[in-house]
């Protein structure tokens, strides 16, 4: 299993700034991910945090807007950069542990409202 | 592409009532993996299971029932004498196979229990 803490759990944000979101967990894993959910809809993947190389991000997701840090094993950082109010919504991280079939696990969240 | 449907935005019971959840995929894979999550008020997500797309049976876990049908590409969620807390939104998910998981989610059902 894996526990998975996210700092800050929810911001308050205004226009144009920038936030980072971190993301801890208790063991190693292999990867880890960040997801999108915006307000009523699903969870959209975002991108893939690669341990000592740069992620690898959806359509639609781009590094510039998103810029993602993963220096270990335990940890990743997402940075949800010039905010606009489109951007509100709940930033999640996840994690694959074990082997195939992986066991996914998802942080609780950090709700961001940009005003 | 994948695609996850889950055509029931909201549900509205009666405490005790049995709801079934409907979820329908699309994948051109044959090895897949099928997912339920249930996310609170609280908006965590909360993993309640995962299935082979080799493993056609049935699977009980208390109250929670989950019919996998291959032939018709779906892979229904089933609550027994629904209550109160059952309330949240679930989500259905198909995830892909390979060296990780890419898990893409459907919309969302919206389960409200009432007393």
């Known amino acids: 299993s894996a526990v998975i803490s996210q700092k800050p759990s929810r911001d308050i944000c205004q226009r144009g700034t920038s936030l980072t979101i971190q993301c801890q967990v208790d063991?190693?894993?292999?990867?880890m991910f960040w997801y999108r959910q915006q307000p009523g809809q699903s969870l959209t993947l975002i991108a893939t945090?690669?341990?000592?190389?740069?992620?690898?991000?959806e359509s639609g997701f781009v590094i510039d807007k998103f810029p993602i840090s993963r220096p270990n094993l335990t940890f990743s950082t997402l940075t949800v950069s010039n905010m606009s109010p489109e951007d509100s919504s709940i930033y999640l991280c996840?994690?694959?542990?074990?082997?195939?079939?992986?066991?996914?696990?998802f942080g609780p969240g950090t709700r961001l409202t940009v005003t | 592409a994948q695609k996850v449907t889950q055509a029931q935005t909201e549900i509205s019971v009666v405490e005790k009532e049995d709801v079934t959840l409907d979820c329908v995929y699309e994948?051109?894979?044959?090895?897949?993996?099928l997912f339920w999550y249930k996310q609170p008020p609280s908006g965590e997500l909360v993993f309640l299971i995962r299935?082979?797309?080799?493993?056609?049976q049935n699977e009980i876990s208390g109250r929670y029932s989950w019919n996998f049908q291959k032939s018709t590409s779906s892979f229904n969620f089933t609550i027994t004498a629904s209550q109160v807390v059952d309330s949240a939104v679930y989500f259905c998910?198909?995830?892909?196979?390979?060296?990780?998981?890419?898990?893409?989610f459907g919309i969302g059902t919206k389960l409200q229990v009432i007393p």
């Open positions: 994948t051109r894979d044959t090895t897949y993996y």
């Open positions: 998910a198909l995830s892909e196979p390979g060296g990780y998981q890419k898990v893409t």
């Open positions: 945090a690669n341990q000592g190389s740069e992620a690898t991000y």
């Open positions: 996840s994690v694959l542990t074990g082997t195939a079939p992986y066991e996914q696990y």
């Open positions: 299935r082979n797309s080799f493993d056609e």
């Open positions: 063991s190693q894993v292999t990867m």
